[in-house]
């Protein structure tokens, strides 16, 4: 017996539903992105060197080619920090060549200390001035002229008044020449929109843990996070070399006994009653009036006595 023939609207709601349920198949693995699941980057990532930090960020790290924004209470805080480690893999050798370009940095990098954590420091690049400091459409300039560089590596921009257009327009170039670009805004800014791809908010630690940083994911392309990461003030090797130098320490003092109390120290006169010596002490007839800096010493001596 023939099918009963399908009305032309049916027919095109048929195909319509045949074509939706095999969209996610024919558009390839990762094209389609759940809101509770993590979203992959649309270009590479780099690997932020805080293990906690790259478990709750889509492929696992820093985008490329996308702007980042930090916000802080207080710029210069914590930004150095929390970028550090993926900036030393930057300037690694075997790495493409590339410049650190800072923009309007509130501070001077401290070069000596940057250095010993494994930065080169010859790659950096800090563009300040008077116009920089005062007029945003220069800073912003600045970082579209460093981003289209083929010789940079990294853009870190210190924007505290900025328009949502301007930072669209870095995103916009970030994307375009596939370029890292981390903006460091006040606190203020989390309620403004933004382009960014990734937001955080970085505060300090308090109590017992105030060298740590605590980090809040207010953007991201994946779930909400709630929960606040806390970063270690270390780096994980130099916290195991001093968790290492704390062991053998205990160690020593545990096959040594117990400690010897300190020696008490040798009891002094009482001041008065070496005040009243001096003053009652005769000098010696043939004693010159001055006798340099060791006279009221040698005064001193037979009244201590």
């Given at each position: 017996?023939?099918?009963?023939?399908?009305?032309?609207?049916?027919?095109?709601?048929?195909?319509?539903?045949?074509?939706?349920?095999?969209?996610?198949?024919?558009?390839?693995?990762?094209?389609v992105w759940r809101a509770d699941e993590l979203a992959r980057n649309v270009g590479a990532t780099r690997p932020t060197g805080h293990a906690a930090l790259d478990a709750v960020l889509p492929d696992g790290g820093w985008p490329v080619g996308a702007l980042v924004e930090v916000l802080q209470p207080q710029a210069g805080?914590?930004?150095?920090?929390?970028?550090?480690?993926?900036?030393?893999?930057?300037?690694?050798?075997?790495?493409?060549?590339?410049?650190?370009?800072?923009?309007?940095?509130?501070?001077?990098?401290?070069?000596?200390?940057?250095?010993?954590?494994?930065?080169?420091?010859?790659?950096?690049?800090?563009?300040?001035?008077?116009?920089?400091?005062?007029?945003?459409?220069?800073?912003?300039?600045?970082?579209?002229?460093?981003?289209?560089?083929?010789?940079?590596?990294?853009?870190?921009?210190?924007?505290?008044?900025?328009?949502?257009?301007?930072?669209?327009?870095?995103?916009?170039?970030?994307?375009?020449?596939?370029?890292?670009?981390?903006?460091?805004?006040?606190?203020?800014?989390?309620?403004?929109?933004?382009?960014?791809?990734?937001?955080?908010?970085?505060?300090?630690?308090?109590?017992?843990?105030?060298?740590?940083?605590?980090?809040?994911?207010?953007?991201?392309?994946?779930?909400?996070?709630?929960?606040?990461?806390?970063?270690?003030?270390?780096?994980?090797?130099?916290?195991?070399?001093?968790?290492?130098?704390?062991?053998?320490?205990?160690?020593?003092?545990?096959?040594?006994?117990?400690?010897?109390?300190?020696?008490?120290?040798?009891?002094?006169?009482?001041?008065?009653?070496?005040?009243?010596?001096?003053?009652?002490?005769?000098?010696?007839?043939?004693?010159?009036?001055?006798?340099?800096?060791?006279?009221?010493?040698?005064?001193?001596?037979?009244?201590?006595?």
């Amino acid at each position: 017996m023939p099918s009963p023939a399908l009305s032309p609207a049916s027919s095109l709601a048929l195909s319509r539903a045949r074509h939706a349920s095999a969209a996610p198949e024919a558009l390839g693995a990762g094209a389609v992105w759940r809101a509770d699941e993590l979203a992959r980057n649309v270009g590479a990532t780099r690997p932020t060197g805080h293990a906690a930090l790259d478990a709750v960020l889509p492929d696992g790290g820093w985008p490329v080619g996308a702007l980042v924004e930090v916000l802080q209470p207080q710029a210069g805080q914590g930004e150095w920090r929390l970028l550090l480690p993926a900036l030393v893999a930057c300037t690694q050798p075997g790495q493409p060549p590339g410049a650190l370009v800072l923009v309007n940095p509130p501070h001077r990098p401290f070069v000596p200390g940057l250095a010993a954590q494994g930065l080169d420091a010859a790659r950096l690049l800090v563009l300040q001035g008077p116009t920089l400091a005062t007029d945003t459409a220069a800073r912003v300039w600045a970082c579209e002229q460093a981003l289209r560089c083929a010789g940079v590596a990294a853009v870190l921009a210190w924007l505290p008044q900025v328009r949502p257009e301007q930072l669209r327009r870095l995103q916009m170039a970030a994307q375009n020449f596939q370029q890292s670009l981390f903006v460091m805004r006040p606190l203020a800014a989390q309620h403004e929109a933004s382009p960014a791809v990734l937001r955080l908010l970085l505060e300090s630690g308090e109590g017992e843990g105030a060298d740590a940083l605590t980090l809040r994911l207010l953007k991201r392309r994946g779930p909400p996070l709630t929960t606040p990461l806390v970063l270690p003030a270390r780096p994980e090797r130099l916290q195991a070399l001093l968790e290492a130098c704390r062991q053998q320490s205990v160690r020593r003092r545990q096959g040594s006994g117990v400690a010897l109390p300190a020696a008490a120290p040798a009891a002094q006169p009482p001041a008065s009653s070496v005040l009243a010596a001096l003053v009652s002490t005769r000098v010696p007839a043939g004693a010159a009036p001055s006798g340099g800096p060791g006279a009221l010493d040698r005064l001193a001596a037979p009244a201590a006595r």
